[in-house]
Each structure stands twice: as C-alpha cells, then as structure tokens.
C-alpha cells in the first residue's frame, strides 16, 4: 500500500458554507429489515447493511435492490432482496460466512461496489495476529461470494504509534465514475503526533481498480474532544460536495466537504439523527433514504 498527499485548500470562515440537509424522518414502518429464527443473529440488531440496486447493472436480479446484511460480532454476511429501498424487503440465504475466509472471529461491516461485471464486497474481520484488516470477496450475480484478496487493506507497518496501526476496518468503499473512494476507521495506541492524540478517526483511501489502495497521510477527520468518533463513515455525493456521515457519541452525525474535493477540508455539521447509527446513504427517486442499524429507515426530501 502507498499513501497520497492529501491537497487542502484554505477552510472558509465557520459558517459560510452555506449547507443544510433537512431533517432526516424516521419510516413510519421501522424495522424494514429483521432477523428471523433462521438467523444467527435472531433476536440481536442487525448492524450493518450495504445496498446494491440491480436494475440494468445485474443479469436477471431476484429484486431491484439487494442488500447485504451482519451484525458486529457474528459469522454470517446476509443477503436480502426488495423492490424499494423501504422495502419490503425478503431474505434470501447467506452470501458469506467465516468459515470460507481468513479470519478467526467474527465477520462484520460489509460494503460491496459493481466493477467490471462482479459484486466487490469489502469487510473485515478478527485475524490471528489481533488485527482487523480489510478483505475483498467477489460475486458474478451478488448471490454468493468467494474470498479473493486477503488482506486487501491492512494497518500500518508502524503498529504502535501510527494512527491506524492497530486497525483499518469499517472500510466503506463508493465509486465515483471510474475511481474507488472508501472511507474507513483508523485505530492507533497511545498518543499519536499525526493524529493529534486522537486514536479513533476516519481516513481516506482511493484506488482505480478497487485493489490497489492508497490511503492518506492524514486523517479527514478526527473525534471532538469528549467524543469517541468517528466511527464507521461513509461518503455520498451531494452537488459537487461530499457529504461524510459517521457515528458518534449520542448518535449519527455529519460533516461536508468545502468543494468538490473528496480529501476535503471537512466541516463538521453537527448532529444529523439522534437516535441512528451505522449508516447507509442510498438515492433513489430524488429522495435519500439512510438505512440504519435495526434496520431502520429515515428519508430526508428538498
């Protein structure tokens, strides 16, 4: 892995970028999606979703949305299907489970992209070396995948003072024409001079084929003091500026980017849901739907 410079530009005066995402309202229906008596994780949160829509990108898909499912410490990656991203939305079978990879404990946090005809599904697990680094499986129609790199983003070779020398994981990876752009948590121990003390952040990492990754220098965003985030942030396009989204103490929080640089600055907006976390932005129809660890759903309208 290389890192890349990362090219800020002058932050503008606080207040003067102008943006505001309406209030995200909660489904009325919520849960959309839970685990039945089939499922490992019956009767737990499922935590975290990753949507693929189907419709013109999948040969013959069951559903126009297909949405891949864990919970944090389980051993089973679902696959669910729905018409719309409120559903309702079905299960069908397990798409990935821990006995087919390389990891010891748990397998978490998927996020899957189309390249090239197949479904790239990041995720991360336990290691034997205590690690969480990144892997990728791979899928022809986005029903079952097969392990194929491992790891494919894993922590800095200076494990101690590095700010993501103890973990890259939560990695959440969008395509932005031909480029892959992937968020991800970066965890160091003890204090750390590139990161400001700071041990929990989210970091950058790009690539063109979605298996070559460079990962910035710098983290795009660190914890406010008092705070444990961010955690888990993913990035979604908002006319010409990037809206990062992340979990935070006391729930789901944002910030944006100053222009169209994906390496930011960033403005921490504040609070954005009280009461979600682990998010997943998904544009569908002029709306924004937030799918939500539960899986609840909020839908945000201009």
């Known amino acids: 892995m290389s890192t890349f410079p990362l090219?800020?530009?002058?932050?503008?005066?606080?207040?003067?970028?102008?943006?505001?995402?309406?209030?995200?309202?909660?489904?009325?229906?919520?849960?959309v999606l839970a685990a039945t008596d089939d499922q490992e994780f019956a009767g737990q949160q499922a935590t975290y979703i990753s949507v693929l829509p189907t419709t013109g990108i999948l040969e013959n898909p069951i559903d126009a949305f297909y949405a891949y499912v864990a919970t944090h410490d389980g051993s089973e990656i679902w696959l669910a299907t729905a018409p719309h991203p409120l559903g309702p939305?079905?299960?069908?079978?397990?798409?990935?489970?821990?006995?087919?990879?390389?990891?010891?404990?748990?397998i978490s946090s998927p996020s899957v992209v189309l390249h090239g005809g197949e479904v790239y599904m990041y995720f991360h697990?336990?290691?034997?070396?205590?690690?969480?680094?990144?892997?990728?499986?791979?899928?022809?129609?986005?029903?079952?995948?097969?392990?194929?790199i491992f790891p494919i983003i894993?922590?800095?070779p200076n494990r101690r003072n590095h700010w993501y020398g103890q973990s890259v994981?939560?990695?959440?990876?969008?395509?932005?024409?031909?480029?892959?752009?992937?968020?991800?948590?970066?965890?160091?121990?003890?204090?750390?001079?590139?990161?400001?003390?700071?041990?929990?952040?989210?970091?950058?990492?790009?690539?063109?084929?979605?298996?070559?990754?460079?990962?910035?220098?710098?983290?795009?965003?660190?914890?406010?003091?008092?705070?444990?985030?961010?955690?888990?942030?993913v990035l979604v396009r908002l006319w010409g500026r990037w809206l990062m989204l992340f979990n935070e103490d006391g729930g789901l929080s944002g910030a944006v980017s100053e222009g169209s640089d994906v390496a930011g600055p960033y403005e921490h907006i504040g609070q954005v849901?009280?009461?979600?976390?682990?998010?997943?932005?998904l544009f569908h129809e002029g709306k924004l739907y937030l799918l939500c660890a539960g899986i609840n759903a909020f839908v945000v309208e201009w």
């Open 273 to 281: 849901i009280e009461t979600a976390h682990w998010p997943f932005p």
């Open 169 to 233: 994981s939560y990695v959440r990876v969008v395509k932005d024409g031909p480029m892959f752009i992937g968020t991800f948590q970066g965890n160091g121990r003890g204090y750390n001079e590139q990161a400001n003390g700071v041990t929990t952040v989210s970091g950058l990492a790009m690539s063109e084929d979605g298996i070559h990754w460079r990962l910035s220098k710098r983290p795009l965003l660190g914890n406010k003091p008092g705070s444990r985030g961010p955690f888990a942030s």
């Open 89 to 106: 939305w079905k299960w069908q079978h397990v798409a990935l489970e821990l006995s087919a990879t390389s990891y010891r404990n748990h």
């Open 125 to 148: 697990g336990v290691h034997e070396s205590g690690s969480q680094p990144t892997a990728l499986a791979t899928s022809k129609d986005g029903l079952h995948f097969e392990q194929r």
């Open 7 to 31: 090219q800020y530009t002058t932050a503008s005066a606080e207040g003067q970028m102008g943006f505001h995402l309406p209030k995200p309202v909660p489904h009325e229906e919520n849960p």
């Open 154 to 156: 894993g922590t800095h």
